[in-house]
């Protein structure tokens, strides 16, 4: 390799390796899919081609990188946990985190007309990327928790906002009549107001979605699993 004056540029690029022995965990998120899934006309409050493109572009992210163990997945984000010792990329932060979130939003696009047959897509969508270390099991699960209570808490303030919403209250008297409920509150709110049972609601918007690498197949089969 020859060496040259600007060979010194090499030193301004920082490692940024994960830690061993902890989990990464890439989460990606739909940018401003408030204005997205408006454009789009996304069903209220869950749109399931929209969920279902979702995790056929995780799905996607998986088939690329086999050291992905698991993804969980709601509204218009994804999480992706690689196995504690993956060698992939050697370990680099911002290698993991970007080729991720690339075949992530790639797929997205390129599976959009198998989900939205009879909608153009109206502008290419961004999602952002970050990734988290996480040293403990406990941590991990935690964290996968964590995303699924935030799952649960939106979509059932969700479904009773557009409930109220479609019964004829504006907005602003819908986010007034919401304000301050707990959980118990709004499962009344749903059955007395408006007959639903909030358990029977469809487990995948109430719980979002799993995906796991199936180890007894080859490993480009992947058993999905609606939790
Ligand atoms: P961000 O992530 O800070 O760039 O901004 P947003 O607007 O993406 O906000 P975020 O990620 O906190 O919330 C997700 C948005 O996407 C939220 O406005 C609801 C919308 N969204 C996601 N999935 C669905 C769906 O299935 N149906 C509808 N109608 N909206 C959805
Ligand atoms: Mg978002
Ligand atoms: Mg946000
Ligand atoms: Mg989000
Ligand atoms: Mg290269």
């Known amino acids: ?18 830690l061993p022995n902890c989990w990464p965990v890439v989460r990606i998120d739909g940018k401003n899919f408030h204005k997205f899934s408006t454009t789009h006309n996304f069903e209220k409050p869950n749109d399931d081609r ?37 060698k992939a990329y050697n370990r680099r932060s911002s290698k993991l985190s970007s080729v991720v979130v690339s075949q992530f939003s790639t ?8 989900y939205f047959p009879d909608l153009e897509l109206q502008y ?3 999602f952002d990327s970050r990734l988290v270390l996480y040293p403990s099991d406990k941590n991990l699960r935690d964290y ?12 059932m303030y969700n479904y009773c906002f557009w ?15 919401l304000k301050g409920t707990l959980s118990g509150d709004k499962n009344e709110l749903l059955f007395s107001q408006f007959g639903i049972n ?8 109430r719980k979002g979605t799993v995906i796991i690498r199936d180890k007894e197949r080859s490993t480009n089969h992947l058993a999905k699993i609606a939790r």
């Open 50 to 86: 929209a969920l279902k493109l979702m995790t056929a572009a995780a799905t996607s992210v998986m088939d690329l990188l086999n050291d992905i163990v698991l993804a969980y997945g709601q509204s218009d984000e994804y999480s992706f946990v690689f196995k504690k010792k993956t």
């Open 1 to 18: 390799m020859t060496h040259s004056q600007y060979d010194y540029v090499k030193s301004f690029e920082i490692p940024d390796p994960c």
């Open 163 to 177: 409930k109220l919403v479609q019964s004829g209250l504006t907005h602003v008297e819908s986010q007034e009549r």
């Open 107 to 114: 797929s997205y696009v390129y599976h959009w007309k198998k």
């Open 144 to 155: 996968l928790s964590w995303r699924q209570v935030d799952c649960h808490i939106n979509n």
């Open 124 to 126: 290419p969508p961004a």
């Open 198 to 205: 909030y358990n029977n609601l469809p487990q995948l918007h």
